[in-house]
């Protein structure tokens, strides 16, 4: 037979709600802070956290050997680099190998070590030719990204203007740069313009495509929250969608800076005084294959090198961004 509770029995309370609630990958908090610049200044509550991301503080540190297997499998193991420098050390000496026992002409494939004694001798001028060229990639590859960039934020902010932009954005990607750099050239001579100009249009349409995609690539949750406390639209742009967009921005990048030295030498092969395209055009036409192979082989590294600082600049750019934990 069942009691009914008296008076001095303590009656249970309903327990409160939680103080955080976690929407899939989403933790939103109920608590009202002062927000630091978010849209017009006014006090916002506290909104969505990217568990993992910008936004989370409060993510459990990885153990010592757990945090370096997760760094080594994102940079790699001392033993890839050099199973790397191995296989390109074999392919060296199996060209070297087919070149001297085929008995090929050194005007048609030169050997390794021929190509080597070129660039030892031409130091001198691929050293400069180079700097020119990696300056003009550097250049087109700025005016081209902040284009792309920009067109992305416009089209962010005002969604009619996609289907103009991207059709612009498609033409002038279709438009071979085998046919615009002569253009370009007779326009604008035979200086440094014609080539930045090249290099920006063919490195601005990966970053107009990555930077779009990333600024619509925030979770809808975190959205729908700005917009349940009328945050403004500059607001929900530089809280979520612009720290959202950053992993885009930098694939873009690893695809435009090769490109970029690609596109320069391009356009200095159509015409020009100087660069790494002026030293490749002028081995051609003399039928001088181990100075080409050394032109080609400069080019190479530095597309190397290039690729590797934007790798360095995202990781040291991106270090508050939490790894994703492996499994």
Do not use: C
Not at 78 to 97: R, T
Not at 157 to 179: D, G, H, N, Y
Not at 216 to 238: E, G, L, Q, Y
């Amino acid at each position: 037979m069942s009691r009914a509770p008296t008076t001095n029995q303590a009656t249970a309370a309903p327990e409160a709600p939680a103080a955080s609630a976690a929407i899939g990958t989403v933790t939103t908090g109920t608590t009202a802070e002062p927000s630091s610049g978010v849209g017009d200044g006014r006090s916002w509550p506290a909104g969505p956290a990217v568990v993992g991301g910008a936004h989370d503080t409060g993510s459990t540190p990885k153990s010592g050997q757990a945090a370096k297997a997760t760094e080594w499998s994102r940079r790699g193991t001392p033993w890839s680099a050099l199973a790397g420098v191995a296989l390109l050390g074999v392919l060296v000496l199996a060209w070297e190998v087919a070149v001297v026992v085929s008995g090929v002409p050194e005007w048609i494939v030169p050997a390794p070590t021929a190509v080597g004694r070129a660039m030892v001798d031409n130091a001198a001028t691929l050293a400069p030719a180079a700097m020119v060229t990696l300056g003009e990639a550097a250049a087109g590859l700025l005016i081209g990204s902040a284009i792309g960039l920009a067109a992305a934020v416009a089209i962010t902010f005002v969604p009619r203007l996609e289907r103009a932009i991207l059709s612009v954005a498609l033409l002038a990607k279709s438009t071979p740069i085998i046919a615009v750099a002569p253009i370009l050239t007779i326009w604008f001579g035979f200086g440094h313009a014609p080539k930045v100009l090249v290099t920006a249009l063919l490195t601005f349409f990966p970053m107009l495509v990555n930077a779009l995609e990333g600024f619509r690539s925030v979770d809808p949750s975190i959205t729908d929250w700005f917009h349940s406390v009328d945050a403004p639209p500059r607001a929900v742009f530089r809280h979520a969608r612009w720290p959202t967009s950053w992993p885009y921005l930098f694939a873009a990048l690893k695809v435009s800076a090769p490109l970029a030295m690609v596109a320069a030498v391009v356009a200095e092969w159509m015409g020009a005084s100087s660069g790494l395209g002026r030293s490749m055009w002028l081995a051609y036409t003399n039928l001088r294959m181990p100075d080409l192979f050394a032109a080609v082989f400069v080019l190479t590294a530095l597309s190397a090198l290039v690729f590797q600082a934007v790798v360095v600049l995202e990781r040291r750019a991106m270090a508050w961004r939490a790894p994703t934990p492996t499994t």
